[in-house]
């Protein structure tokens, strides 16, 4: 890992920034895709598989955090995993895949794979994106990045979430931006103030290659 540079650290695969992530059905997702609109996705007691080129975001702030995962199909059991919760102001991606593996009783495997922003004229966007992430590895370079505090400067990144799933006082960082390239990750969850999907294509099917990695 290379040694911090204010206004222009780039770590290799550095596994702390996600990019956005979506969990569908194919009417939210075409809903999506016709215009910019609220957004929350998650799957219970899944995580889910992302992968982009590239992840530009303006504003960012990150700091760990527990989420509650059901982990029953009735939905009556809960599980708390440890995140890390990323979050940008704006955030712009390019060619975005994001896939989930849910096993379906007497059909086995079946996968949904969503992919969007493949124009890099017509990206993917987001605004007041947060994500809730387990796992990310990428080419990383932030400007005017801020490693170690407690993210109390809203300037940098939407304002933090405070609630049963922060950890306040913890570590944290803040980066007036971040650019983020080659990403694979995992996560939870995603909620957007507004999330638009250019060019969305999705399929289901039982092939294993279909997910992202």
Known sequence: MESQVRGGTRWKRFAVVMVPSVVATAAVGVGLAQG???????????????????LHGEGFAQYGGIDSVYTSVKGDKKTQVPVAISSFKTARITKMC?????????????????EAGNDADKPVTAKN???????????AEFTNIDIGVAVKDKSH???VKQGENTLPGGFAQQAESADLYGVEQTAWA???????????????GTDAEMECY
């Open 36 to 54: 910019a609109l609220a957004a929350s996705f998650s799957v219970s007691g899944q995580q889910f598989k992302v992968t982009a080129d590239h």
């Open 98 to 114: 994001q896939s989930v593996k849910t096993d379906v009783p007497f059909v086995g495997a079946v996968y949904l794979r969503l």
């Open 129 to 139: 994106l947060f994500i809730d992430v387990a796992r990310l590895d990428a080419d």
């Open 157 to 159: 990144g939407p304002e």
């Open 190 to 204: 995603t909620t957007a103030g507004t999330f638009t999907l250019n060019g969305l294509s999705m399929r289901l």
